[in-house]
């Protein structure tokens, strides 16, 4: 079954940048989206960037356009995304998670009650 392992998180300050990868292992063909969310302490989860799996197209949030990338890796069976986070803010602190969806639809879904499978989260400090 596929499992999601985030990692990459740390303590940098603000104008640093971090790169956040998600272990993909068990890769399902059944998972349309995948996508990377954010929650800070006492706020609700919130969609960092998606990408759909069936057509490439990616989504960021407004609050990251422009700061954040996405990139894959792929191995024989294990599959790799990557967050990069250039001129981190202090608003950008929160643990991050990385989402699977299964899903034969070529869109992503936004809201984190659509994600089936979730990583244990990185935790992203900027000060």
Not at 29 to 48: D, S, T, Y
Not at 94 to 118: H, N, Q, T, V
Request: include cysteine; proline fraction near 2%.
């Amino acid at each position: 079954h596929v499992q999601l392992v985030e990692s990459g998180g740390g303590s940098v300050q603000a104008g640093g940048s971090l790169r956040l990868s998600c272990e993909t292992s068990g890769v399902d063909l059944n998972i349309g989206c995948m996508a990377w969310f954010c929650q800070a302490p006492g706020k609700e989860r919130e969609g960092v960037v998606y990408i759909s799996l069936r057509n490439g197209n990616e989504y960021f949030a407004d609050f990251v356009k422009g700061r954040f990338a996405l990139s894959q890796d792929n191995a024989e069976n294990t599959a790799y995304l990557h967050v990069q986070m250039n001129s981190l803010k202090p608003e950008d602190t929160a643990m991050y998670y990385c989402a699977a969806r299964f899903s034969a639809w070529a869109g992503c879904l936004r809201r984190p009650s659509e994600y089936d499978i979730w990583g244990q989260g990185t935790q992203v400090t900027v000060s």
